[in-house]
């Protein structure tokens, strides 16, 4: 418990985290009821987020996507994630959205639904004292010509709405790797867009090489890095942002053993690691979990607890003077 409550103390950032993924299964519910069809209890609910491998994860992840279909019903998951990550002492997030879904299986104007989104995160940053940037995701086995939509909506949007701060790549790294997206991610760089990938997840290191070739900055999960000493050394020499979601790789089946989990050995081999949730409801975890984990099972003391919550604020893409002010908030805490 007392571990915990250090844990609720740090301000951390969470820059790993998909809108949609962190839709419990009584917001599903409540969303299920608003619509024509679709109404589900909760045992159909948390049905919904069975899955034993990868591919079935993503099959979840989009069933959940389905019962999002309006501003308000994107309002309500933003205010519910936001609620839940102030209650663990998160004071910022970089939060994917699956815009590609939207465009690909919805067929439908991004924009209206983004309102409902803006409204939340105002209110939460004026009640709850969190911050919140998106970050557009493509989904990449969608396709380039579906991520360019995706990244010029971000593109566009951006001057009206500056709390879009980033492009991303989810989805099925086995069905395509980093290299197709290179020219759209030239463009979003040249738009002002800051730039992440989903690399070595599900497939090797040739996929983290892809993403850094690619231009990205900050590198979702990194797993396969530890087969590539290479690699390693490039990822510590210039200190790429890694977005470790340890509870996620175990439960997609990325990683069998949580003894098996690179996480202690980037970490000792100087890593600008960070720790996230990833898809916190699919999952049945949370951010406070991810550190109480990596204090139980890799050793991890509060000094380090503390060095992992200040990578997190130093790889956002917030301004300094807020990384600073965060950072100097940090210092005091005993
Ligand atoms: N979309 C949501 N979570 C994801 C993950 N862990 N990997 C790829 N795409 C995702
Ligand atoms: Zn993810």
């Not at 820059?15 to 909760?42: C, F, K, N, P, Q």
């Not at 004026?126 to 396709?143: C, K, N, P, Q, T």
Request: aromatic fraction near 8%; charged fraction near 25%; proline fraction near 3%.
């Amino acid at each position: 418990m007392e571990i915990l409550r250090y844990i609720r103390k740090l301000p951390k950032a969470e820059l790993h985290l998909h809108l949609e993924g962190a839709v419990t299964a009584e917001t599903l519910v409540e969303l299920s009821a608003r619509h024509e069809g679709g109404r589900m209890d909760l045992a159909a609910a948390r049905a919904l987020f069975h899955y034993t491998d990868f591919s079935g994860f993503l099959m979840a992840f989009k069933a959940v996507t389905e019962h999002l279909r309006t501003a308000e019903d994107y309002e309500l998951a933003t205010w519910r994630m936001l609620q839940a990550l102030a209650r663990q002492g998160v004071v910022h997030a970089e939060v994917y959205v699956s815009v590609g879904v939207v465009y690909y299986w919805r067929r439908c104007e991004f924009e209206p639904l983004f309102v409902g989104m803006e409204r939340a995160r105002t209110r939460a940053e004026a009640e709850l004292g969190i911050s919140l940037y998106w970050i557009f995701d493509a989904v990449r086995h969608f396709g380039p010509e579906e991520a360019a939509r995706v990244f010029r909506k971000a593109a566009e949007l951006r001057g009206q709405f500056p709390s879009i701060v980033g492009i991303g790549i989810g989805g099925d790294e086995r069905r395509t790797g980093a290299e197709p997206f290179r020219e759209l991610y030239e463009e979003a760089r040249a738009a002002g867009l800051r730039l992440t990938a989903h690399a070595g997840e599900t497939v090797g290191a040739e996929g983290i090489w892809g993403a850094l070739n690619i231009g990205a900055e900050r590198l979702g999960h990194a797993l396969s890095a530890i087969d590539d000493a290479e690699l390693m050394e490039l990822l510590a020499e210039r200190q790429v942002p890694l977005e470790i979601c340890m509870t996620s790789n175990l439960r997609t089946g990325c990683c069998l053993r949580l003894e098996d989990h690179p996480v202690r050995r980037y970490f000792d081999a100087g890593l600008m690691v960070t720790l996230n949730s990833d898809d916190p409801a699919l999952f049945g975890s949370a951010l406070e979990n991810e550190y109480r984990l990596g204090q139980e099972h890799f050793g991890f003391t509060r000094e380090h607890l503390r060095e992992l919550a200040a990578n997190s604020i130093e790889a956002s893409f917030l301004p300094g003077e807020r990384k600073v002010a965060l950072l100097r908030g940090m210092e005091s805490l005993e």
